[in-house]
């Protein structure tokens, strides 16, 4: 019988695709919870070379990444920008409509 892949070994690998890991970021920053953009651009990061490599590429100390995206994180605006310029992306802002607010 073929085993099955485990839900995390599919998201990582979905995640490599950088269109699919865009929409998978701005689906996340939809959520009313902050932690579940944080979540997911951990993945992200884990995904696109993970986070010693992010870090290289943002010019951000390893340690201080791991903290950041962890659990517990909070990052600046700056860290946010840096990952996600790493990441081939950037913040941006769009406006809301009525019925969202």
């Not at 996340?28 to 995904?47: G, K, S, W, Y």
């Amino acid at each position: 019988m073929a085993r099955s892949a485990s839900y995390d070994d599919l998201l990582m690998d979905m995640l490599k695709d950088e269109d699919r890991a865009l929409a998978y970021l701005n689906a996340a920053l939809d959520e009313p919870d902050p932690r579940v953009f944080l979540i997911a651009l951990r993945n992200v990061t884990q995904a696109q070379g993970g986070i010693a490599k992010v870090a290289a590429r943002s010019g951000l100390n390893r340690e201080s990444l791991y903290r950041a995206l962890s659990e517990k994180g909070n990052p600046s605006v700056q860290t946010l920008a840096a990952v996600l310029g790493a990441l081939g992306a950037r913040l941006g802002v769009a406006r809301m409509k009525p019925s969202e607010l």
